[in-house]
């Protein structure tokens, strides 16, 4: 049927039938005691998904609201911040940052390289550390994921705060924020935690939390104190987008019902299939081709063909929808998102949509092969 | 049943069934040519509720971060600004702007008192004037509804940029964004506009657009600018509340299908229907009692109950969610709130919630005299 449509993009992803009844039920007040319930499970859920034991925030906005409140309250202009960027939205970091006064030292890498930790060891040693490093965990417009652990532990060697972007990785692959020291860990809504788009999560470290200069100026809607202190109260500061806290609270549930480590799992399988199928059909991936890239896989489009072009084509002839390429990428690689509410069936109706339209468009692949190399890659390599 | 529930607040306001329908069905991507049509056909319906030929901005985030953009687009620190503030959302103002360095001058009225042009005018000649005046259409604590044509005009008259909190008030009362010199307009999805919560609405003058420091420091997620030019290009900047949008679309469709000139009407009527029903009770109006004030009606609790315990009562007992009383005004005032998806028996359930559990607590009301006083007040009182 013509309007039947497929989502495969990084986000917003696909979103379960449970969590869209759920939003679909008549609006609650969000100072009830109807709401407070959703709340208080809604915060637990998330501490759970997060591996942490202290606070994660949660704002009516894009992740991207998220990051900046990362950036007003643990930074006052003329701070010396290092980013770490290799795509996207390591720049977006770099930008932001310019944006709030700070002088930003970015270790900047091709898009889809992979930064290393040695690197960011040796900058912080040359320039005598920095109060914040921000990092990006999964790259969505390259597909590679960094070793955030590797990065972290070098930057709070150095005596920095880490910031990480997990927005499209928290809840796809293992990320720890306890553990691994991280003091800021930025998510949203509309990626792997499987809701629509319109909150970003943030979690804040005791060390953070002791960054924070109280009543700084030059926020107000982003302000992590007065946000703490009236979501501990369960009285959100402002409206929250309660239809989407409603759908993230049955999202989380099935997440943690799942369980997290299988969540991994199953992920890192849909990683290996997908790239699995993509070189069986004779294409050129452009995303690492490592287990911890489970994320996104950006592919290059074969010679002769615009990758936005491919993109536009799979959505109009079979309602396909993936991802063009960004930035330097653009015309040259597309993108299959595999997190969230996926299966293997996903990525074989993406790669056979792929396999479909790259025919008719003349370009030189193997037919037939993607789908069953897609498929054994993802039953016969259990983690 | 033990779970129905009856939201009669002012915000977030009862969801139409077509709206939530909208908003159940799978999510579309932002940047897909499905969503490009929903957004720009958006556009066009804000800019007709708002009356002006301008831009209107969309922003995920509650009101409260519409109004924050105002202020660190048109403000710099040291920058004079004027403050209309009589309740809760005025304070707000006052705050944030604050806290973004502006010099404050509040022009402070009491909860509940309606401001007058004649003290803004004189303030503005003795003190020679203001960047940006900001006023409160619809003061949501205390149900008055303020003569902002009238104000507008003499702070245009003195130069200053006029910035209006129009949260609850757009699309419930008149308001003329070009016709009556109004700068920047905040409102947000989830009062009379009849959508979930998660989306400010910002429109902005030419004046206004002239007045922005291009690139300023000190903003990201909220710069008008960027927002604009990706609107422009309906390739949103940060990924929207897709789901809200969705929904947003749908509810101006009905809003506009009703005609702008009959849901104000109606809304006149909804608010001296529950004025006549709460005067006939014996119970004493907080709000006053003027035909402007059609959002919400604030009541005087009766003497020795306190209006948080009602509102609480009233949603244990009967499932009937008003607001209550916020600040100076709180145990004493309860709020109903008559805005978007309503009807004549929504104020008719609300009073009967009242009387009923008014008279359970033992207050010395009238029975049985509210709900014809409103049917009445609502049927013959066209306007």
């Known amino acids: 049927v013509a309007d039947k449509r497929y989502l495969f993009t990084p986000g917003p992803t696909p979103v379960p039938p449970q969590v869209l009844e759920a939003m679909s039920r008549p609006i609650i007040h969000h100072r009830s005691s109807d709401f407070r319930e959703i709340l208080q499970r809604t915060f637990d859920r998330l501490r759970d998904i997060y591996r942490t034991e202290g606070d994660v925030l949660v704002f009516t906005s894009s992740g991207t609201g998220g990051m900046e409140s990362a950036i007003s309250n643990l930074t006052r202009p003329g701070d010396r911040v ?10 977006r970091w770099a930008a932001m940052a310019q944006k709030f006064g700070c002088e930003v030292d970015t270790i900047g890498y091709e898009w889809g390289e992979t930064p290393s930790s040695d690197d ?11 109060k914040v490093v921000f990092l990006t965990h999964s790259e969505t417009s390259t ?10 532990a070098v930057a709070k060697e150095a005596g920095a705060l880490v910031v990480v972007d997990a927005v499209s990785s928290l809840g796809a692959v293992p990320l720890e924020t306890d553990s691994w020291g991280l003091d800021a860990v930025v998510s949203g809504s509309q990626k792997a935690l499987m809701t629509p788009p319109g909150l970003a999560t943030v979690s804040v470290s005791s060390d953070a939390w002791a960054a924070v200069e109280k009543d700084a100026p ?7 104190q007065e946000t703490r202190e009236r979501q501990e109260q369960f009285d959100p500061a402002f409206t929250p987008a309660v239809s989407i806290v409603v759908g993230l609270d049955v999202a989380l549930g099935l997440l943690l019902e799942e369980g997290l480590e299988q969540a991994f799992e199953r992920h890192t399988r849909l990683g290996r ?18 287990d911890r890239s489970a994320v996104v896989t950006a592919i290059n489009a074969p010679d002769g ?20 390429g960004q930035g330097p990428l653009k015309g040259k690689v597309f993108r299959i998102g595999h997190i969230g509410y996926y299966d293997v069936f996903d990525i074989t109706t993406a790669l056979a949509g792929v396999e479909l339209v790259l025919a008719e468009l003349g370009a030189d692949i193997e037919r037939g092969a993607a789908i069953t190399a897609a498929l054994e890659a993802f039953e016969h390599t259990r983690v």
């Not at 290092?82 to 720049?91: R, T």
């Not at 597909?143 to 972290?152: I, N, P, R, S, W």
């Not at 030059?218 to 992590?224: A, N, P, Q, S, T």
């Open 305 to 324: 063909i615009d990758s936005s072009e491919l993109v536009q084509t799979l959505r109009d002839r079979q309602g396909i929808v993936l991802a063009p």
């Open 143 to 152: 597909g590679v994921v960094a070793d955030v652990q590797g990065l972290a």
């Open 82 to 91: 290092v980013v770490v960027s290799a795509g996207h939205f390591g720049e």
């Open 218 to 224: 030059g926020r107000y809607y982003f302000d992590w």
């Open 120 to 130: 960011l060891s040796a900058r912080l040693s040359e320039t005598g550390g920095a």
């Open 273 to 290: 299939a997908c790239r699995a199928g993509v070189r069986a059909m004779g294409l050129e991936l452009f995303s690492p081709d490592d």
